[in-house]
């Protein structure tokens, strides 16, 4: 879900030495829909990378990414993906590439199909806090009930799939806030990397790894145009170490109107994560289990 610490993360695991996590791509569902689909060519799959808005932010050339479709065989949507994130990987300068792009939430196991040796960490924040997030960066109206059946309906979404993949763990924003380095430890662990102090960090390189990002993105039928301020504003908090005033902020700053009618259709999922509601006290996030898929 946006606004849930997804690009702290990122900015994280970014500084690890091994590890280079692009900007959000947005393009890989419709990747391996196009190379499933039968007959596609290396200039199908360029087609639906380059129409992308964001595809300005990687810094490669449409004539390397098509000669390296050219070079598999046969065409296939998880090998086109490798050299995708391949090339980017060889540009920052590192061995080993991740992805975060919030809502491929929705496409975990079609993305398990195609990368087998994908590990999928859902990040998970108090949907309430959520909805403050996304209303403080907001250009336009969001009520209230229409975030909070999104952040039901995604985390669902993702918790129902995850029955499916091999690799999925889920960590709290709560936790990567409060309990930085043992969370990223386990973020680690999931990743089979050695641990990297430097991860800590991460601030004080964050303004540099979103210089590529700063450029306008058009409007494409779907989403507005984002200008280079905004763009860099959503993000403005990476550049700065955890700030644990950002945890539990609704219980200050929220409307109690608008807390009730978040409650009122997110309450059943807030307590099964162990999230305090009403006026309750504070309690500890839940870990999750996955169930047996069968």
């Keep these: 879900v946006n606004r849930s610490g997804t690009t702290l993360l990122r900015m994280m695991l970014d500084a690890h030495p091994e590890l280079t996590m692009p900007p959000e791509t947005h393009f890989v569902p419709e990747l391996i829909d196009v190379a499933e689909a ?3 060519t290396p200039e199908d799959l360029l087609a639906t990378i380059t129409k992308q808005r964001e595809w300005g932010d990687f810094g490669l050339t449409e004539e390397q990414l098509l000669q390296a479709f050219r070079e598999i065989e046969p065409l296939n ?7 995708f994130y391949g090339l980017y990987a060889e540009r920052i300068g590192k061995p080993r590439w991740g992805e975060k792009t919030p809502i491929y939430v929705k496409s975990i196991r079609k993305i398990s199909r195609a990368l087998p040796e994908a590990r999928f960490v859902h990040v998970i924040r108090d949907g309430r806090d959520v909805a403050l997030s996304i ?26 799939q995850s029955k499916h993949v ?13 309990e930085t380095e043992p969370t990223l430890r386990q973020v680690c662990e999931t990743f089979d990397l050695p641990w990297e102090a430097e991860m800590l960090n991460y601030h004080q390189h964050s303004a540099e790894r979103l210089e590529e990002m700063k450029r306008e993105l058009p409007a494409d039928g779907k989403r507005t145009t984002l200008s ?10 990476t550049t700065q170490a955890p700030d644990p005033s950002r945890v539990s902020r609704w219980r200050e700053q929220m409307d ?4 009730r009618l978040f409650e009122s259709i997110a309450g059943g999922l807030l307590e099964e994560l162990g999230y305090a509601t009403g006026d309750g006290p504070e309690t500890t996030p839940r870990e999750f289990e996955k169930a047996d898929p069968s």
Excluded at 77 to 83: E, H
Excluded at 141 to 158: F, G, Y
């Design 77 to 83: 949507a998880g090998d086109a993906l490798r050299a």
């Design 135 to 160: 209303r403080d960066r907001a250009v336009k109206e969001h009520p209230i009930d229409v975030i909070a059946e999104r952040w039901v309906r995604r985390i669902s979404q993702a918790r129902r």
């Design 228 to 237: 280079v301020e905004r763009r860099m504003a959503t993000h403005a908090r």
């Design 256 to 259: 109690s109107e608008d807390r």
């Design 38 to 40: 039968g007959g596609a």
């Design 166 to 178: 091999e690799h999925y763990v889920e960590i709290r924003y709560e936790q990567l806030i409060l």
